[in-house]
């Protein structure tokens, strides 16, 4: 079967730190990957989109960024943190069905 | 622009039925999913309309009007478990992103 797996699930980090969050699928091959972003109380926000290892669609301008070096990993990363990049921060795959599998989601506070 | 519409909170009695509407406006539209979140959780895959019509699955159900750019999510027999976030999501054409509105926040009383 397949999972999917994300962590860390809690990071604090100071402003102007660097981000790496990481995502990995198994039991898979070629999904489609996704990275989300969550302010407390509200809807999901896409940042970022994979059909394929090294392709990478961005959907808002911003001061983070994506990769996937694997064909079921991917990266989310920031070279320098911002108050508001604070969020609940989710990677999803999906394949052929119509439905998308969270992984258990990164709570990020910025300080 | 893309946008979804749905109420922000809807509060309902154990062992009621309760309907959380959804209607969108985007620039494609390739079906409609449901997804339910759990406090500090993440959202879990409930249901998928492509086409027009009603799809049941146990106590849930979900009805899709493409015509009417609406659709809504059919909760039975409601239980205190229940309680939870519900988004409603549109696939863009092409299938590979997809797009959630702001959710709906249930509350199940006893």
């Known amino acids: 079967s397949q999972t999917i797996h994300q962590w860390p699930a809690t990071l604090v980090q100071p402003v102007g730190s660097p981000l790496s969050l990481e995502c990995t699928v198994e039991?898979?091959?070629?999904?489609?990957l996704y990275w989300y972003r969550q302010a407390a109380g509200r809807g999901l926000q896409l940042l970022f989109y994979s059909v394929g290892i090294g392709q990478i669609s961005s959907e808002v301008p911003q001061n983070l960024s994506a990769s996937r070096p694997q064909d079921r990993q991917f990266i989310l990363s920031s070279k320098k943190l911002l108050l508001s990049d604070s969020g609940f921060y989710l990677c999803?795959?999906?394949?052929?069905?119509?439905?998308?599998?969270f992984g258990s989601g990164t709570r990020l506070t910025v300080v | 622009g893309q946008s979804l519409e749905q109420p922000s909170e809807v509060t309902a009695v154990e062992g009621a039925i309760v309907q959380i509407n959804c209607t969108y406006q985007t620039s494609g539209f390739y079906g409609l999913s449901w997804y339910q979140q759990h406090d500090g959780g993440a959202p879990t895959f409930l249901s998928y309309n492509a086409l027009d019509g009603l799809e049941e699955t146990g106590r849930f159900s979900s009805f899709l009007s493409r015509s009417d750019s609406y659709g809504y999510l059919l909760l039975q027999e409601l239980q205190m478990k229940d309680s939870a976030s519900y988004f409603c999501a549109v696939k863009d054409t092409g299938g590979f992103k997809t797009i959630f509105g702001a959710g709906t926040r249930l509350f199940v009383k006893a």
């Open positions: 039991g898979t091959s070629n999904p489609n």
């Open positions: 999803a795959w999906s394949k052929s069905g119509p439905g998308y599998t």
